[in-house]
Each structure stands twice: as structure tokens, then as C-alpha cells.
């Protein structure tokens, strides 16, 4: 599995559906209906994840993407005929990733991504190859966690990009494993590599905006099986928790279009979602809620709805503080300079019981 496999779909915001109860219902109703929609939640999560197994997200502007490329010096490398394809690695709607054998390279196996000959997939393909052929310039000795590009050619119109071959995602290991949580210590290590990888590309005023589990690789997903008494089942140990962060087809520079809408719904920073404008910190957003998914084993803000999603943040952060909520565009969010939220309906049962508030003292902004 290579390169975002995971699908993302049920974290675009595009088709965020979800019933909405009354506020005003009897307890027992409400207490019936909170069981349902745990139910089909719980249900169509992981189906929900797997509908597509790729996606740009909103932050993929057209307008940021056709002006990034039709600057640039438009030379593609012509086909390599001498690769052979092993396998496919995974499939969505931008194309397909398959493994390949270079045979001019001794036989090494890499991970050959397909784009579709359709514009808008070329555009952001080859907005990813101008970021990474940056990234890997400014990388040579590769010493950050960076997935590396080897080579790109268009052919016939399929703009096809080679990378180094890697194991699973941090997602699907987390799926085949139950979704039993990473011991602290490979968190730790995996942290490090990041928070390392993010700085890296913040210094070289990039912005990732679509970081989630699934955009984190194993460099190899192999492991060790072992019996768990308690559970009553095999769990598997990462041998080696090494990663690399990949997808750089929303990335952004400092100077270009910034769109209103960036990163997958739950991993979305709250001034996103108050459309207060995104710098490199809804990076760091996105990293704190990876890390938290890593440590539970779930994601921390299940949610499609964006008033929702600000209340979960405030049942596990405290009070979204005043001047941002004053200085959203989203007024339909807020009454009397607070979140409009009540707490007694059926959303509100459901983020009091889906979230739990930090131990710590938390102090937003600082």
C-alpha cells in the first residue's frame, strides 16, 4: 500500500451530510435516537474511510494550482519503457499507484503513481512534482522525513510520478491492528520524525495542510505478533516505527493563493473553520490531533459538522478564546461572543460523551 492509502472521502468536507435532531426533544427520545446515531457512526466510520482510497481535498485550488504551473518550465521525461509493474498498490479517483521494477536501475522496486489525463488532477500532479523536486534539492543528504521523488514523466497525458517504495500508512497499520493504539514510545519516535519533517518544510515557507494518519508511511510496516491475554487476541509490533510524510499535491507557498478551506475534516485547525485565514499552524493542529489519534487509537474529533467539530474542540480545550469568535466570518457559529451551542441536545449528549476534557491546563494560543 503506497501513498494515502487510506480514503479520505469521509473526511471531505464537500459532502459533509449528518442529521441534525431537534434541541427540544423529551430525554427518552433523545436517549434513544443518541443510541441510533452512535450506532450508524460507529458503523460507517471505517466504511465511510475506505469509500476512496485517494482524494485532493478542498484545499486543491484551481486557481492556485493553474497559476503555480503554467509558469513553470514545462519539460517531462519521456517514458521509461523499461520498468515492469508487479502489482497495484492502490486505486481513487486521481488515478492509480502501482509497484514497478526499474530495470535500469539493477531492479529496484518503486512506487509509480498514474494520474488520470483529466485537467485537474494533471494540475495538481504537477504541483506536487514542483514541491518535491524543491523539497529533494533542499533535502541531498536526506535528513528529514520527506518521501523522495525519483523521477516524473507525461505520458500521453498521464502525468506519472516514481517514489521510493514504503510500507503501510500509519492508518491502515492502525486498522489491521484493531485500532490498538501505538506504544508512547514508537509515538515518540515517530513524533520526532514529523515535527522534524513539518519544521523542515515551514523553514522553506511551505505549508503541508493535509497532514493526517494517512499521509504518514511506514518506511516498512513490518512487525511481530503477539498474543494479547487481556483482549483475547494477536497484536502486531512495529519492528521498525521509522515514517515518512508524503501527499504534497495541497502544499503551499507563503506567497501563493491561500483558499478558505485546507486540510481533512479532522484534522482542521479551528481559525480554518472560523475562516480566519491559515498560516503554517494548522500544520501544527494537524500534528497534535495525529499524535492523540496514535495514543487512543481513534480519531479525537469524529465529526462532519463544523459547529460540532468547534464544540468537541472546546469540550477537550476549554473556551475557543473571545477574540477569535469576534473576528470569524462565520457569525452563524456565535451568539454573544460564544459558541452558539447547546449542550442539552442530541449533539451536545453526543460531544459530551465522544469527547473527554484535557487533565492539563490548556490555554489556547499560547
Given at each position: 500500500?503506497?501513498l ?7 473526511r471531505l ?6 442529521a441534525v435532531?431537534?434541541d427540544?426533544e423529551?430525554?427518552s ?10 450506532r ?7 466504511r ?6 485517494h482524494?485532493?481535498?478542498?484545499s486543491?485550488?484551481?486557481?492556485r ?13 519521456s517514458?521509461?519503457h523499461?520498468?515492469?509493474i508487479?502489482?497495484?498498490l ?7 499507484v ?12 518503486v ?5 488520470k ?27 528529514y ?12 497525458g498521464?502525468i ?8 503501510l ?6 486498522k ?7 506504544s508512547v ?10 515535527i ?6 515551514h523553514?522553506?515557507k511551505?505549508?503541508h495542510?493535509?497532514l ?8 516498512s510496516?513490518?512487525y ?10 494477536d497484536?502486531r ?7 515518512k ?5 495541497n ?8 483558499t ?20 503554517h499552524?494548522?500544520?501544527v493542529w494537524s500534528v497534535g ?7 487512543l487509537?481513534s ?9 460540532e467539530?468547534?464544540?468537541m474542540?472546546?469540550r ?6 473571545t477574540?477569535?469568535l ?12 460564544k459558541l ?5 441536545s ?13 487533565r ?7
Amino acid at each position: 500500500h503506497y501513498l494515502e492509502t487510506r480514503s479520505s472521502n469521509e473526511r471531505l468536507e464537500t459532502k459533509d451530510k449528518r442529521a441534525v435532531f431537534r434541541d427540544h426533544e423529551d430525554d427518552s427520545l433523545g436517549a434513544c435516537k443518541d443510541k441510533e446515531r452512535d450506532r450508524d457512526r460507529n458503523g460507517s466510520r471505517c466504511r465511510e474511510r475506505d469509500r476512496d482510497w485517494h482524494h485532493y481535498s478542498k484545499s486543491s485550488g484551481n486557481s492556485r494550482r493553474s497559476s503555480r504551473h503554467r509558469h513553470r518550465h514545462r519539460h517531462h521525461r519521456s517514458h521509461h519503457h523499461s520498468d515492469s509493474i508487479v502489482c497495484t498498490l492502490g486505486e481513487g479517483a486521481f488515478g492509480k499507484v502501482v509497484e514497478c521494477i526499474d530495470h535500469e536501475k539493477g531492479g529496484a522496486r518503486v512506487a509509480l503513481k498514474i494520474i488520470k489525463n483529466i485537467e485537474h488532477y494533471r494540475d495538481a500532479a504537477l504541483s506536487e512534482v514542483e514541491v518535491l523536486e524543491q523539497i529533494n534539492s533542499l533535502d541531498c543528504d536526506r535528513r528529514y522525513a520527506c518521501v523522495r521523488m525519483y523521477d516524473w514523466f507525461d505520458h500521453h497525458g498521464h502525468i506519472c510520478i516514481a517514489f521510493e517504495l514504503l510500507g503501510l500508512s500509519t492508518y491502515d497499520f492502525l486498522k489491521e491492528n484493531s485500532f490498538q493504539p501505538f506504544s508512547v514510545n514508537h509515538i515518540r519516535h515517530m513524533a520526532y520524525q514529523i515535527i522534524r519533517a513539518v519544521r523542515f518544510l515551514h523553514k522553506n515557507k511551505l505549508t503541508h495542510t493535509d497532514l493526517k494518519p494517512e499521509n504518514i508511511l511506514f518506511i516498512s510496516s513490518e512487525y511481530d505478533i503477539k498474543y494479547n491475554p487481556k483482549m483475547k487476541r494477536d497484536e502486531r509490533t512495529l519492528k521498525n516505527p521509522d515514517v515518512k510524510v508524503v501527499d504534497f499535491g495541497n502544499a503551499t507557498y507563503e506567497h501563493e493563493h491561500h483558499t478558505s478551506v485546507v486540510s481533512t475534516r479532522h484534522y482542521r485547525a479551528p481559525e480554518v473553520i472560523l475562516d480566519l485565514g491559515w498560516s503554517h499552524s494548522c500544520d501544527v493542529w494537524s500534528v497534535g490531533c495525529i499524535l492523540i489519534e496514535y495514543y487512543l487509537g481513534s480519531t479525537l474529533f469524529q465529526t462532519h459538522d463544523s459547529k460540532e467539530h468547534l464544540a468537541m474542540m472546546e469540550r477537550v480545550l476549554g473556551p475557543i478564546p473571545t477574540h477569535m469568535l469576534q473576528k470569524t466570518r462565520k457569525k452563524r457559529y456565535v451568539c454573544h461572543d460564544k459558541l452558539d451551542w447547546d449542550v442539552h441536545s442530541s449533539s451536545g449528549r453526543y460531544v459530551r460523551k465522544q469527547c473527554k476534557p484535557l487533565r492539563v491546563s490548556w490555554f489556547w494560543g499560547s
